[in-house]
């Protein structure tokens, strides 16, 4: 197996285009090509991680956070990045990164954090616009259903909890084909034809977009395929930030911070003020999410958890929402279960290991 092989699994549940600008997702170092001994999953590469690796014989590393998040000029020794990538590089050992990419995804970091709290009726808290697109066809009627069964097979149709979604309009096409034409209907360099069609439409994800034309090319009789792709400023229920659910029973406020604490492994939560209701609707956010703070009080959310608020943040919550900020490391922690969950269902057969090593940087004097 090439650790390509492996990435694109990864990448079938958090394609790359979603990271964010400043990000700087995917192979860090190393080569896809290469082919995969072992895989050691963890959310920071350091270089204790390193070490690791090399004594299970995992030359391929996957990690939440790249190790690389910004142009380095010289690989020089002088740091931990740079050891780890001079040692990485004479090891053979390949380092891929799924941060935000990971983030911004329905299945991603914050769904883990909401299943350890057990919250339902989840949904994104902050989604994104800008991800999808309108696909117009035009199809004979003989082969439309073959046309629209190939569209949803690449990914098209899906709106929210429902697939293979569409729209389909009669109409009447006309062509005429040149002398050096293929024509499916007609006869090249003849007259000009017409033919009863369906106008088939369809929503499209970015990162699904190529493989469905692929997929329209392939499917279609027509040597030439007509077709318009139009932008939309709708969001996309099913990628942004962060995540907003409910308790499936509503729990006083120290309570519900007792269960925080023992389920996410942080050693102590810093908080606002408690104005003594019960806690119900739950906002959260893996990592750093202090920009989220103003959804999480629109949506309503009793409290809001993540990691890295600083001092004077605190003060925004203005008594409309517990803040409860539990750390960047014990929001993520958790991250490279989903690799796991993910490479197992993939590559069965495949065995992959959750790194040992405490990655968090921060200690706590209690």
Do not use: W
Not at 123 to 146: E, W
Not at 185 to 211: F, N, P, S
Request: hydrophobic share 40%.
């Amino acid at each position: 197996m090439l650790v390509k092989e492996i990435t694109a699994a990864i990448e079938e549940i958090a394609p790359i285009m979603y990271q964010e600008s400043y990000d700087n997702c995917g192979i860090q170092v190393g080569d896809m090509n290469m082919e995969v001994t072992g895989v050691l999953l963890t959310l920071d590469v350091t270089e204790e991680v390193l070490a690791e690796a090399m004594q299970l014989h995992c030359n391929t590393i996957i990690a939440h956070h790249p190790l690389i998040f910004s142009g380095l000029k010289r690989i020089a020794g002088r740091n931990y990045v740079e050891r780890i990538i001079q040692k990485a590089i004479k090891n053979d050992i390949t380092i891929y990164a799924a941060h935000t990419n990971l983030d911004n995804m329905m299945a991603g970091v914050n769904a883990k954090i909401a299943e350890k709290l057990g919250l339902i009726n989840t949904r994104i808290l902050a989604p994104k616009s800008g991800t999808l697109s309108k696909l117009y066809t035009y199809a004979p009627v003989n082969i439309a259903d073959k046309v629209r069964d190939a569209l949803f097979a690449a990914g098209a149709g899906n709106i929210g909890n429902y697939s293979e979604c569409s729209f389909n309009s009669p109409g009447l096409g006309s062509f005429r084909p040149a002398a050096n034409a293929s024509p499916a209907i007609g006869t090249a360099g003849g007259a000009r034809e017409t033919v009863q069609e369906v106008k088939i439409e369809v929503l499209i994800e970015k990162h699904t977009e190529q493989a469905v034309l692929n997929a329209l090319r392939l499917a279609h009789s027509y040597e030439e395929v007509a077709y318009e792709i139009i932008p939309l400023t709708n969001i996309n229920q099913q990628i942004g930030a962060g995540l907003i659910g409910t308790l499936p029973t509503p729990m006083q406020e120290r309570t519900f911070l007792n269960l925080v604490r023992t389920q996410m492994k942080a050693e102590c939560i810093r908080h606002t003020h408690m104005p003594g209701y019960n806690i119900e609707r739950v906002a959260l956010c893996g990592g750093s999410g202090s920009f989220l703070l103003n959804d999480a009080i629109a949506a309503k959310a009793d409290i809001f958890i993540t990691g890295d608020f600083k001092y004077h943040q605190f003060f925004d919550a203005e008594g409309k929402i517990i803040i409860a900020d539990i750390g960047h490391y014990e929001t993520e922690q958790f991250t490279p279960e989903i690799f796991e969950s993910v490479l197992k269902k993939k590559f069965p057969n495949f065995a992959v290991r959750l790194s040992n090593v405490l990655t968090n940087p921060v200690k706590y004097f209690c």
